[in-house]
């Protein structure tokens, strides 16, 4: 069992919530065990913004009655704390998009129930005509929660504790690529929207194994098993040669491939465990590149993999490439012989995008600032 006790001396109030038997729950009271959170005021980004609470409710494994994390756990909360708020549950693959798209409350507090891609959506889709601020908390409910995790949030009942405790927002760093026009967004490896030409992300792009991996793992099949889901799309890449063909370039200095993994990162750790950047600290307006070449070796792949589960100790391989990026660097990407769709398949955030198909590409990356058209977006931490 796990338990939590928090007591609210305004309103003399004690309560508890947890897990037991796989189910969440929540009454009144407390008992001697659990810990414990005692508050005497909420948080002004709880009380002196409008909240809203989006659901991406088809992220991770879903939502099953008793391990429902708003509706068992979160609204009863904030009803008995008089938190009020909005509610959006995910209805079709465009409500975070229309969301945000309609956002018109120029100071707002959104708590996400998702992964890592959800957020991503709602950046891209605000409003270019309107303005404000807005702080966002995620409460880890997807696949993959690199944003959580690099606040040291691994579950979505410490979440709960830290948005309550945490009284702090910095700046949400974001980070633009420019993808060549023709570029679509790919679900499942079908076409799907176009890209716009700059698209912000906040975690992680990626090209190469890693972004074949996520790709491929987005079936209905591989996607009820959770973040296992990636071990096995991983399996299934490792049976082909990974040998993604160009060169990267970060001012005058060129890293030649091929490449068999390369991506560009703002988060220490995409998995618990998965300590991808160790110096990464999403708090900080920086990238690292972390990159390696084709091999002829056969595990070359796997070995650097349990290299970066051992605390990251991959950043000490001579073969891996581990580089900060700056705000000022010209940072660039060039792709040859690409034209084959799984050559040319980019993840940004969880999202996966398919380039023109041509023969090469160019990508630009650039580090920027927390601005999203002439919204200010920051993080509760």
């Not at 009863?76 to 708020?85: A, G, R, V």
């Not at 945000?100 to 270019?128: Q, W």
């Not at 404000?132 to 979505?156: H, W």
Request: glycine content about 6%.
């Amino acid at each position: 069992m796990t338990r939590y006790r928090l007591t609210y001396q305004l309103k003399n109030i004690a309560l508890e919530f947890g897990e037991n038997d796989g189910k969440y729950f929540i009454q009144l009271g407390h008992s001697s065990t659990g810990k414990i959170l005692n508050l005497s005021t909420l948080p002004s980004y709880l009380t002196e913004r409008k909240v809203i609470i989006i659901d991406s409710v088809k992220s991770g494994t879903g939502r099953t009655p008793g391990k429902d994390i708003y509706s068992d756990i979160l609204d009863p909360l904030f009803k008995e704390l008089s938190i009020e708020h909005e509610y959006h549950a995910t209805k079709s693959a465009t409500s975070i998009s229309e969301l945000a798209s309609s956002l018109k409350d120029h100071k707002v507090t959104i708590i996400f129930i998702s992964g890592d891609t959800s957020i991503n959506e709602f950046i891209n889709s605000l409003n270019d005509s309107e303005k404000g601020e807005i702080a966002i908390f995620p409460i880890p409910g997807g696949t993959g929660n690199s944003l959580s995790l690099s606040l040291n949030i691994t579950n979505p009942l410490d979440a709960i504790i830290r948005l309550f405790s945490a009284g702090t927002t910095s700046p949400l760093n974001l980070y633009e690529v420019d993808f060549p026009q023709g570029s679509h967004y790919l679900i499942a490896n079908e076409l799907g929207s176009p890209v716009p030409s700059h698209l912000k992300f906040l975690v992680v792009l990626s090209w190469g194994f890693h972004a074949s991996l996520v790709a491929d793992s987005d079936t209905p099949e591989l996607r009820k098993h959770g973040i296992k889901r990636f071990q096995l799309a991983a399996h299934q890449n490792l049976s082909r040669d990974q040998k993604y063909e160009g060169d990267f370039y970060i001012n005058d200095v060129e890293l030649n491939g091929p490449f068999a993994y390369w991506l560009v990162t703002a988060s220490q750790r995409f998995e618990p465990t998965f300590e991808i950047s160790p110096k990464g600290d999403i708090l900080k307006d920086e990238l690292y590149v972390v990159t390696f070449n084709t091999q002829n070796t056969q595990y070359y792949i796997m070995d650097i993999m349990k290299e970066v589960y051992d605390k990251g100790s991959h950043i000490k391989n001579p073969n891996v490439v581990y580089k900060k990026l700056d705000k000022n660097d010209k940072i660039q990407l060039k792709t040859k012989n690409s034209k084959p769709l799984i050559q040319r398949r980019f993840c940004v955030d969880g999202s996966i995008i398919a380039l023109p198909e041509t023969e090469s590409h160019e990508i630009y990356i650039h580090v920027k600032d927390n601005s999203q058209h002439s919204w200010k977006l920051y993080i509760i931490h």
